[in-house]
């Protein structure tokens, strides 16, 4: 009697083991389907489960970026997830349009609903091997616990126990696959359900995605004898440099130094490039649409890129701007510590921002008509974890910056590169990894690579850390 309830605890042990971890690890397990649906690249495969009762599936663009899509609820722990990206804009494309009519869309549907289908399956064998392991391990061992036990007891019996505890565990086996599959297929055909009911709804990418999103117009006059293009914010423009005295209006707005980035690839290549970089410039508001610095409306650096006759190459340096990186950086000096949850959802919020907006800037350059290859600049540190110096003081009466929170911020700027990065090998452009030498160190014959923060633009570029950064372009141009 006693056996038979320590049996069935086991049974009970490994269809929860199953139901609660088996389960969710099969669909961490599995992989992506990959698929292409009007043209566009897709892999779909599934959420990560939750404990609440429905949820929506859910679709990732390009880098880190999750979208959910309420369109598609789903009950049940098995939610769908689409992975799109990079988007491409051929004759394919147009299949996802109100003008193709109902038929294109329910191909799409049907497309769509067949690869998680596929995915379902592979994800079905790996649980089956997950559940059968488990009974092994659960059965094995009070196989072993029993026969050790009647061995010393009972020596004649064992062959029975033998014969008999594998009698049991066929009945585990039956008991926890049973259990575990009614609940997977009833998952399965919840999310199919609840997917193939959304998709019905969709009538264009832009039902899963967003809506389009229009790329700036050229403007201005058509420019000649540029091989490359520079856009980006104050970094590449190198604000605190020496401006030309024969600079425009726009050039001063945009503090565009004589050594900028610009003229230092151009330098260093060979192939002069024209500099469209400002201060101030995020992807919104500088590179894809107009930029306001006091009385002047700039137009779109992008805009002005596509005037530029006979581009092979463009480099972008963007992101601190989208970030508010300054708004992080005065908090952490001004506060005992920033290392907070507020300031943490913080950044996730503006990061998942900018990625989407960095998703739209990369789609523009892919689709320009000279096919330049496109370089873009990593993020570099301001201070190393153990830097401690006036620069890390910060100003009089601020509490400065801690080991901890230099920590956070060389990590922030971590994560920020992953979404660079991430963004540029989907669409097999280049990505320059900048060195430079931080604030605060020792040991360098020339010094940091930074403005120091008594300096007119701190955390830029000295006129030595700009041909640091033109040599990473450089060398990324040159092995792409």
Known sequence: MIGGVARSLSTVLVVLWCLLVGLPLAVT?????????????LSIGARQPSLSLSGPAQVVQIGNTALDVPALRVYGPLRPRLSIGPV???AAASALSPETGAKTRSA??????????????????????????????????????????????????????????A???RGMATAALTVTLTAWAAAGVLAYDGAAHGLRQVKSLSDLVGT??????????????????????????????PTAPDASADDRACARSTDSLAAEVGQLTGAPAVNLACTGASIAAGLLGAQTLGDRVLPPQVGLLKQVEGVRYVVVVIGPNDLYWTDFLRYCYGVDSCE????????????????????????????????PRVVVSASYDVFAPDADCPDTRGPAGASGLSSDELRMLIDMNRRFNEVLRAGADKYGFAVAEPRLTPLCATGSPLGPDLQHLSDPAPFHPTAVGIVRMASAVAQALAAN
């Open 108 to 165: 799409a549907a049907t497309t769509i609903g067949i690869g998680f289908v596929r995915w379902y399956a592979s994800a079905t064998v790996i649980l089956i091997g997950l559940t059968a392991a488990a009974i092994g391990v659960a059965g094995c061992a009070a196989m072993v616990r029993t026969v050790r036990r009647l061995s010393r007891t009972e020596p004649g019996a064992v062959a029975h126990v033998w014969r008999h505890t």
């Open 167 to 169: 009698g049991r565990l």
């Open 88 to 90: 491409d804009r051929d």
């Open 212 to 241: 389009h999103r229009f790329s700036p117009s050229p403007v201005g006059p058509k420019v000649h004898g540029y091989a490359g293009v520079v856009i980006g914010d104050s970094r590449a423009a190198r604000f605190g440099g």
């Open 340 to 371: 907070d949850n507020l300031t943490q959802g913080e950044f996730g919020y503006r990061l998942a921002a900018f990625d989407r907006d960095y998703g739209d800037l990369l789609r523009d350059l892919a689709d320009l008509p000279t096919r």
């Open 29 to 41: 397990l599995t992989p992506d389907v990959e698929l292409t649906v009007a043209g566009q690249h």
